[in-house]
């Protein structure tokens, strides 16, 4: 299973030891994120996202996608994917919008009791909606990278999505047999 | 004294019809300069289909700061143009064109050897006499100059070279073609089709998309492998392309000189022998000017860029462009409106799937003012779209999160099923192309400038193909219909046609009924240009089979020294 850490650890064990996120409070499927960080590993050339910005973005990376029976978010390297979008695919404008949004995720985590994973889960629900607030906007913006992200990703289209690149047929009709029958 | 020409014939441009044209005049035995403004395709370098996502930077979402906003802020609004493809578009800051106020306008084009040849839908239908009598039955526009009996032969003719795979359905409005091997229905789809016939007496057909795509090896060219996404290039050469099969029978004449990189400026014309002298081109990369001489001249550049050529080779002569004493060039503009329709849930096969990527879909034949008048409307209507298994996509946008969320984007969703209108557009005087007085390409040639809306017919037609969709989904049984209406500007559906339309008389339009033009004998425009109207079907086919019939006429005129 590939693995990738693009968390720098120093940086991740210090903010969380700011009380952003206390570590008696990390769920179960954070886990994985910080297995992740405590791998260790190098963090790639910094973008456009700073040391908070990466880690609140790994941190709900991995509450969307945990590692579970197969690879998360992180193992994907969906965070640093999000960076190099971040910084070289959004225009300035889009950029600055993106960046005040995933402030008002912040903003809302620190005021919040149960912090980014109680906020996580509320503003997921915003998902499919209109008229966002900003930090549901930065939400559902940063989970559609994440889900985009997870699932383009070279080891889930390969060794998950197992896709076929050049599949030399269409069959438009195949009888999908149920598990454990020949 | 005798002229002395470098070519029989000159081309300008190398695309779907320029390739055809090309084609036809050298198997006819004539030297041929095929003239193209891009340069030249490598399929074995530039052809990037079988690229996946995650070997670009961006994963194909395309590029905000470099496609978008710097090279091609038009041209990423079509689709195809995305990270992956983008380089089969053009630079916009190069290749620049302004619109009237208010009415905006997409122009999506490809400036390389192959033209859109390489990226165009592939869908082939043909026309019938239901579309060749609309003008003059309901006086919009002029009567065409032809009908389908003049034009079925060279239907069979294109057909044949090119592979269409479809179905035979018998239909009057969508006559029955050359066809390969139909590609597959999805169950849900064979079940929509049967239910949709009951529902509507018969009247409202789902049959199998025809493409130009080889469903059995074909003309030395390979059967599809279904990888998908042919709009990047196809390494087998198994959809139609000028690149890969027109150009190449050209090429093994003997008679084809293919000069890329080549921007036609002007077509030069010979007040004394009224008669077009040849085309003066700058080289793309030198800015050298060179005219080149020939006895007879083929316009393929595509619509716009044709009708461009001509009102920018102005001459005493003809003061307002060549060719326009008919005061028609440049009018009459239409595209096809499209996208509007419906999508829906279809239960109950939910152990179904398919395997591989099938680059096609279902088409609904034109069901309204067939054989009954529609009270809304004049003209009508074709139906596309398809059914899939929704896939991960659907987790960008649902609420969910966790191992669970995760597991069950891995697994297939539900089936989807949608259509979507492709309707015709009534000729319009005032939809025109005129050239901007100001605004100039990157070699000085003067751009066009887009006045073209759409008017009370299309929308009243936009406004029925979503119910229509809705509809017909219901009676297919699907569940959680959602209406989709649209409003795409003019021009987005790539279907631009009209400005240099065919007539019965010189007095109503540019060309006569063999795409000769009425004011200079040795001039032909063959592409999307000559059209008198846009039907609702897809346009390409009856380019080609235009194309291929005007060549038969004028190398039988060249050969009985008329031309």
């Known amino acids: ?182 | 004294m005798k002229e002395q020409y470098d070519f029989d014939a000159i081309v300008v441009g190398s695309g779907i019809t320029g390739g055809w044209a090309a084609k036809e005049l050298t198997q006819a035995g004539l030297k041929t300069l095929v003239l193209e403004a891009g340069g030249p395709i490598d399929p074995a370098k530039d052809y990037v289909e079988h690229v996946q996502p995650y070997e670009v930077p961006f994963r194909n979402w395309g590029d905000d700061r470099r496609l978008l906003k710097k090279e091609r802020p038009i041209q990423t609004d079509c689709g195809p143009c995305d990270e992956i493809g983008h380089k089969f578009f053009v630079n916009d800051i190069e290749n620049p064109y302004t619109h009237a106020d208010g009415a905006p306008f997409s122009w999506f084009r490809g400036r390389q050897v192959g033209g859109r040849s390489i990226t165009w839908g592939r869908q082939v239908y043909r026309w019938s006499d239901l579309d060749f009598e609309a003008n003059a039955k309901d006086g919009h526009g002029n009567d065409w100059p032809i009908r389908y009996k003049d034009i079925a032969p060279w239907y069979s003719h294109v057909e044949k070279f090119i592979g269409v795979s479809g179905a035979r359905e018998g239909l009057s409005q969508l006559p029955d073609g050359e066809f390969l091997a139909p590609m597959p229905m999805t169950a849900v789809e064979r079940t929509a089709r049967e239910r949709i016939l009951k529902g509507f007496n018969g009247e409202r057909l789902m049959t199998i998309g025809r493409a130009a795509i080889l469903t059995e090896d074909h003309n030395g060219r390979a059967a599809c492998h279904y990888c998908g996404p042919c709009d990047r290039g196809c390494i087998t050469h198994s959809y139609f392309s000028s690149i890969a099969s027109t150009l190449p029978a050209a090429n093994a004449t003997g008679n084809l000189t293919l000069r890329p990189h080549s921007v036609a400026a002007e077509l030069t014309y010979d007040a004394k022998r009224g008669r077009i002298r040849g085309v003066r081109l700058i080289d793309a990369n030198t800015f050298k000017e060179t005219e080149y001489k020939a006895r007879v001249v083929f316009l393929c550049a595509s619509a716009i860029e044709s009708v461009r050529l001509l009102l920018n080779s102005k001459s005493a002569h003809f003061p307002e462009g060549l060719g326009n004493s008919s005061g028609t060039l440049g009018r009459y503009v239409m595209d096809h409106h499209y996208g509007s329709g419906a999508s829906g849930t279809m239960s109950g096969f939910n152990d179904r799937t398919t395997f591989g990527r099938r680059p096609n879909g279902i088409y609904i034949a034109r069901f309204r003012n067939v054989s009954t008048q529609h009270s809304g409307f004049l003209r009508g209507y074709g139906m596309q779209g398809g059914s899939s298994r929704r896939d991960w996509h659907r987790g960008t946008t649902m609420p969910g999160y966790g191992a669970d969320f995760k597991k069950s984007l891995l697994e297939l969703g539900s089936w989807s099923l949608g259509v979507a209108g492709w309707g015709e557009t009534l000729p319009h005087a005032d939809n025109r192309v005129t050239i901007d007085p100001t605004v100039k390409d990157k070699w000085g040639v003067p751009a066009a400038r887009m006045d073209v809306r759409w008017r009370e017919n299309e929308r009243a037609m936009q406004s029925d193909m979503v119910t229509s969709a809705a509809e017909m989904l219901d009676a297919a049984g699907c569940t959680e219909i959602k209406l989709q209406p649209v409003d795409h500007p003019p021009g987005h559906c790539i279907h631009e046609m009209g400005g240099a339309r065919m007539s019965i008389k010189p007095t109503e339009g540019v060309l006569n009924a063999s795409n000769q033009a009425w004011d200079v004998q040795n001039l032909f425009i063959t592409d999307g240009a000559c059209m008198a109207s846009s039907a609702c079907q897809n346009p390409s086919i009856t380019y080609m089979a235009l194309t291929a019939r005007a060549c038969d006429h004028a190398v039988s005129q060249m050969k009985r020294n008329e031309l």
Request: neutral net charge; charged residues 20%; aromatic residues 6%.
């Open chain 1, 1 to 182: 299973m590939p693995t990738t850490t693009n968390i720098d650890r120093r940086a991740a064990i210090q903010t969380l030891l700011r009380g952003g996120l206390a570590l008696s409070l990390m769920p179960g499927f954070a886990e994985a994120a910080w297995a992740a960080v405590a791998a260790g590993g190098d963090r790639p050339i910094p973008r456009a996202l700073n040391s908070d910005q990466t880690k609140m973005i790994a941190f709900i990376a991995d509450v969307v996608l945990p590692r579970s029976d197969t690879p998360g978010a992180i193992d994907a390297g969906v965070p640093s994917w999000i960076d190099l979008v971040v910084a070289e695919y959004f225009s300035a404008t889009r950029r600055a919008g993106f960046l005040a949004d995933l402030a008002a995720i912040d903003a809302s985590a620190k005021s919040t009791s149960g912090g980014l994973m109680k906020v996580t889960a509320s503003l997921d629900a915003a998902c499919g909606s209109k008229d966002l607030t900003p930090a549901q906007r930065g939400y559902v913006q940063l989970k559609e990278l994440i889900v985009y992200g997870y699932f383009t990703s070279k080891p889930v289209q390969q060794d998950l999505l197992k896709v076929v690149i050049v599949p030399g047929r269409f069959d438009g009709d195949v009888l999908i047999k149920p598990a454990g029958t020949a």
